[in-house]
C-alpha cells in the first residue's frame, strides 16, 4: 500500500493492459520496464524509480530470461488463483460503483498526478525517466483524437511495445478511452503473423515505426491489408519513398506522427488531407511549436532552419530526480526538442535532423539523416542498409562514417552516384570510413540502436 510506483514486465498483450489498469486504477504509477534493454539499463529504471514490486507472467517469463532485480515478482497468474467468489464480487462491486477517491486507496486523485515513468530507450546514453502525469496523457490523446476520430467502428492492431510512449498511449489510453477495438500482438518482428492478425481479424488502423512497416508491405499482398484504412508511423522519420511505395501498393499513403516520450508523445502529424512532401505536418491542437536559433534563441523567420521548441498541456513535468537536465530542455514551459526543422507559415514543419546527429566539419553542421537519405537513394533499395554517424578525426574534430549491410552494395559506387547528385563534398563519406555490419542494429521500438553503431566506429 505504501508504495507508489509499481513495475510491469509484460509484453503488448491484454495481460500487460490490465495489469497497468490495475496499478492506474489504484491510484498508483506504473512503470512499464523495457525488457529488451540491458541488464546495467533495467537495474538503473528499478533504482532510479524506487519499484520494489514487479508485475509479471508465468507463461512470459518461459520465453524470456525473468532479470535479477532487487525486487518481489508478483505473477498475474497466481494473483488471479488466489481471488475467491468473495473477492471477485467486490472487485466487479467496486468496478462498477466505486469512486475514484476509494479506488485510490482513499486519496483524491487530481490531474497532476504522476500516471507513469517511461524510461528512455537509451540510444545515447542511460535511460532517464520520464515523469507523464495524468493531464499529459489525457491532453494527448484529445488532441490525436480531435485530427484522427477513431470510434468502436475503428480497430487496430497493436504492435509496439508499452514500455514505449507511442505504444503506452497510442495502444492502451486512446483505445480505452474511445472505445477503439485492439487486437494485440507481442512481438513486431514477427512478420508472417502480424499480417496475418490484420487479415483474420480485419483490422482498419496500425500503428507502427517505418521499419515495421517496411517489413510488413514487403510480405503483404493487397489483400492481407484489404481491412487496413490508417496507417500511422512514429518513433523515426517517414521516408518518402516509402510512404509513396505504401500507397502505391495499397492504395492508402501512411501518416506520419512527430514526437517523443517527453512530449506524451505526439506533438506534430501529417495528415491525408493535409499532406506536405518532406513535412512532419501540423502541431496537434492546444501545441505551439517555435522556431529558434541554435545559441542565442532569437525566433527564426518563416522558412529558415532552426531549433525547434514546443510547448503544451502534454509537455512533461521533467526527469525523475534529475533536475538538471531537467532544466536543461524545460524553459518557462517550452520543451528543447533537439531537433533542427523549419516551418513556413501555414505551420507545415520539415524537419532535417536530430542536433546530436550532425558533425561539424570545416566549420559546416552535416546532417546525418540528410547523408542517410541520399545513401538509401543510391542504393536502390527499399531495405535500410545505411547508418551514418560520426568518427572521431584528431585534426579536424569528426569525419562521416557509414554503417552499412551487404545490401547496399560498394563504397566505391556509391560515393560516385553521390556525387552525381551534386552533394557537397564535405557530405561526401570517404570509402575508408564505410564499415560492413551483418545488419543494422535495431531498439525493440524500431529505432536505430545509435549507441551500438557509434561504439562500432568509435571503440
Request: proline fraction near 7%; include cysteine.
Amino acid at each position: 500500500k505504501n508504495q507508489k510506483q509499481v513495475g510491469v514486465y509484460m509484453p503488448t498483450s491484454l495481460g500487460g493492459v490490465i495489469a497497468n489498469l490495475a496499478v492506474t486504477l489504484s491510484g498508483k504509477t506504473a512503470v512499464n520496464l523495457n525488457w529488451t534493454a540491458s541488464d546495467a539499463a533495467r537495474r538503473s529504471a528499478v533504482k532510479q524509480a524506487n519499484v520494489k514490486y514487479m508485475l509479471t507472467s508465468r507463461r512470459f517469463l518461459q520465453k524470456t530470461e525473468r532479470p535479477d532485480l532487487p525486487v518481489r515478482w508478483l505473477y498475474l497468474e497466481d494473483l488471479l488463483k488466489n481471488l475467491g467468489r468473495v473477492e471477485k464480487f467486490r472487485a466487479v462491486r467496486a468496478a462498477l460503483l466505486a469512486s475514484p477517491k476509494h479506488l485510490a486507496g482513499g486519496r483524491e486523485p487530481t490531474p497532476a498526478d504522476t500516471a507513469a515513468i517511461i524510461f528512455s530507450s537509451g540510444t545515447t546514453g542511460t535511460p532517464k525517466g520520464v515523469v507523464l502525469t495524468h493531464a499529459n496523457i489525457a491532453s494527448n490523446v484529445e488532441a490525436i483524437q480531435a485530427v484522427q476520430q477513431f470510434s468502436n467502428k475503428n480497430s487496430m492492431c497493436a504492435i509496439l511495445p508499452l514500455f514505449h510512449a507511442f505504444g503506452y498511449l497510442g495502444l492502451m489510453w486512446w483505445p480505452l478511452l474511445k472505445g477503439i477495438r485492439v487486437a494485440y500482438h507481442p512481438n513486431p518482428l514477427q512478420t508472417g503473423r502480424v499480417i496475418q492478425l490484420i487479415r483474420e481479424e480485419k483490422l482498419s488502423a496500425l500503428l507502427a515505426t517505418p521499419t515495421f512497416l517496411q517489413s510488413y508491405m514487403r510480405k503483404a499482398s493487397k489483400e492481407d491489408f484489404e481491412s487496413l484504412k490508417i496507417v500511422i508511423t512514429g518513433g523515426e522519420k517517414l521516408r518518402p519513398e516509402l510512404a509513396d511505395a505504401y500507397a502505391e501498393k495499397f492504395g492508402a499513403r501512411p501518416m506520419e506522427a512527430y514526437g517523443c516520450t517527453e512530449l506524451s508523445p505526439a506533438a506534430i502529424m501529417s495528415l491525408k488531407n493535409s499532406h506536405r512532401a518532406g513535412s512532419a505536418g501540423q502541431p496537434l491542437p492546444g501545441v505551439a511549436v517555435r522556431v529558434v536559433n541554435p545559441e542565442t534563441f532569437a525566433p527564426a523567420p518563416d522558412g529558415e532552419e532552426g531549433l525547434m521548441l514546443i510547448k503544451g498541456p502534454n509537455v512533461t513535468r521533467g526527469y525523475l530526480h534529475q533536475p538538471e537536465k531537467t532544466a536543461e530542455v524545460l524553459k518557462d514551459g517550452w520543451y528543447n526538442t533537439g531537433d533542427i526543422a523549419r516551418m513556413n507559415p501555414r505551420g507545415f514543419v520539415y524537419i532535417t535532423g536530430r542536433l546530436s546527429r550532425f558533425s561539424k566539419i570545416g566549420g559546416e553542421m552535416i546532417p546525418h539523416g540528410a547523408v542517410e537519405e541520399a545513401l538509401q537513394h543510391v542504393a536502390e533499395t527499399e531495405e535500410p542498409c545505411v547508418a551514418v554517424v560520426g568518427k572521431a578525426d584528431e585534426t579536424k574534430g569528426e569525419q562521416l562514417a557509414v554503417c552499412c549491410t551487404d545490401t547496399a552494395g560498394d563504397p566505391l559506387a556509391l560515393i560516385s552516384k553521390l556525387r552525381k547528385l551534386g552533394l557537397p563534398n564535405l557530405w561526401i563519406p570517404r570509402a575508408a570510413n564505410f564499415f560492413r555490419v551483418p545488419e543494422l542494429p535495431l531498439l525493440a521500438t524500431g529505432k536505430l540502436d545509435l549507441k551500438t553503431l557509434n561504439a562500432m566506429v568509435n571503440p
